[in-house]
Every structure is written in C-alpha cells, then in structure tokens.
C-alpha cells in the first residue's frame, strides 16, 4: 500500500515540489493530513491538505505537494510573511481566476456542479459581481469609505443580533446561552463603537499591517536571494520580483498619501470582476454540458 507519505523525501532534500500522479498510489492521505480551508489559489487545484509544514494541492489526475518553511497552525504570522507573501497571494488569484474565466479550469465548474447550485443563480451571482467589482474600480475610495464606515459596523452588530437571538429562541437560562447573549450583547457594542471610529485611524491601522507584512516578506526573499538560487527553489526571480514590488508599494505612500489603500481597492475590484466572470462562464458551461447530459446535472 503506497501513500503520498512515501513520495516526500525529495521535499527534505531541497526540492520545491513532487507531482504524485493518482493512478500510482492506493492510498492518499493518512490521518495525519487535515483538509485546509485558506490556501492561496492555484489554477486546477480542487482541494488543499495540510500535514504540518507538508501542503498538498489535490487536482483532477494529480498530487502536487511542497514544503511549507513553516507550519500555519504553530506559525502563523511568519507563515504568512514567508510562505504567502501579500504579492503572491494577489498574483495567483488573480491567475486562478483568469483561467477559469476564460474556460481554461474547471474548478468553479466543479464546485457548482458538487454543490447543486441552479445554473440561474450562478448567472445571477456572476453579474451581481460584475457589478459591484465595477464600483470598486469606478470609486475606490467610496467603496473604501463605505466598507469601513458601514459594512463593516452592520457586519459586526448583524452578527451580535444573531447570536443574542439564537440565545432567546433557544432554551432560556443554560449556560451556553447566557453566554451566546452575552458575547452577542458584547459583539453589538463594539459594533457601535466602530462606527464612531474615524477612518483614518483605519486607514493607518491597514497602511501599518500591509507594510509590515509586505516589509517582513522582501527582507526574508532578499536575504535567502543572496544565498543563491538553491534557497528559493519555487522560482528565485518570481520571489526576487515579488520582493522588489513589496518594498515599491510600500514606498508609495511616503510619495502620494494613501496610493496604497486606493490601489488595493482597485485590486479588488479587478478579483471581484473576475471571479463574477469565472462564475458566469461556469455556469455557461454547466448550461451547455447540461444539454448534452440532462440527467447529470439538475437545472
């Protein structure tokens, strides 16, 4: 009985990835891999696991698995600075969900498909998207304001209400629901509080973070850079690339204050945008598939 497990000396030994073809093992995963929910995404990947430092990526026909130089779990911070830089992360979305737009992956497709969700509200949801990815690059910093100022207070209260409501509907008086009221009732304050904070203290709060981890991140490529290429071996000029664009965006504030946060919200505009396209397209071609095969797929 082979598992990936026997497959990942070559990862020990400086190698950056090992492609295990499904056909040649009997048994994937053992206990010891639990299935990760936040992974930066990779164009066909359909499912991600984790063991450890040990990251599988599960795709149609294949296994691709890398070493992660530190474990999300125990790490988190430095995996985030290390592993995911801010840039990468940007990147590969924005690849993932080009590709899917334009019909080159079939991982929304797959998910809808897993999930019954009706061909009409994947259209629906696409345009839904279309449209408010296009306020994002129309006005920036209203969305930026908005979000801020009002999603994200009403978020907050919203989830608050929720909880004291689930705690009265419920069996008055136990303990889980004395304390469901109390973190609900505790959860509406500080929704309240957030709305009487201005937004420039965000707005430093979020300049400070992205630096900090865009920062951390260059400092770490730009020193294993100088190492050689044998330190970087998922790509040593993508990692060089990524580091030198960190410290350029970062440095763009101390030339136009607030650049930074009106380009991210552009970013986002652009990944809203596509991913309302990935969405619209997949459905398209759960619409044609279904014509084909109609009792495949439900409308």
């Not at 639990?34 to 984790?50: L, M």
Request: proline share 5%.
């Amino acid at each position: 009985m082979t598992t990936i497990d026997d497959y990942l000396q070559p990862l020990n030994n400086g190698v950056w990835e090992v492609v295990i073809h499904k056909d040649d093992i009997s048994e994937p995963l053992s206990d010891n891999w639990e299935k990760s929910p936040v992974n930066v995404p990779t164009p066909g990947t359909v499912a991600s696991y984790r063991n450890g430092q040990y990251h599988a990526h599960e795709t149609k026909t294949e296994w691709r698995v890398h070493l992660d130089r530190y474990d999300p779990n125990v790490h988190p911070v430095l995996h985030l600075i290390d592993d995911a830089p801010l840039f990468l992360m940007i990147s590969e979305t924005i690849i993932t969900l080009f590709s899917e737009a334009v019909g080159r992956s079939t991982q929304t497709k797959e998910k809808l498909k897993d999930q019954e969700i009706s061909l009409k509200k994947g259209f629906l949801f696409g345009f839904i998207l279309l449209l408010i990815g296009s306020v994002f690059l129309i006005s920036p910093k209203v969305m930026y304001y908005g979000i801020i100022g009002v999603v994200l207070p009403a978020i907050v209260i919203g989830a608050g209400a929720l909880s004291v409501i689930r705690s009265i509907i419920r069996h008055p008086g136990e303990v889980s629901d004395q304390k469901d009221l109390f973190y609900g009732g505790l959860l509406i304050i500080v929704g309240i509080i957030l709305v009487y904070i201005p937004v420039i203290f965000w707005s430093l709060l979020l300049l400070v973070m992205l630096s900090f981890w865009m920062l951390s991140s260059a400092f770490i490529l730009l020193n294993r850079a100088r190492k050689g290429r044998s330190a970087i071996p998922e790509g040593f000029y993508s990692r060089l690339a990524i580091a030198l664009i960190s410290i350029i965006v970062v440095l763009i504030p101390l030339l136009i204050p607030g650049m930074m946060l009106h380009l991210f919200m552009l970013i986002m505009g652009v990944i809203i945008i596509l991913l309302g396209c990935a969405l619209i397209s997949a459905s398209y071609n759960l619409k044609q598939r279904s014509k084909m095969h109609p009792d495949v797929i439900t409308l």
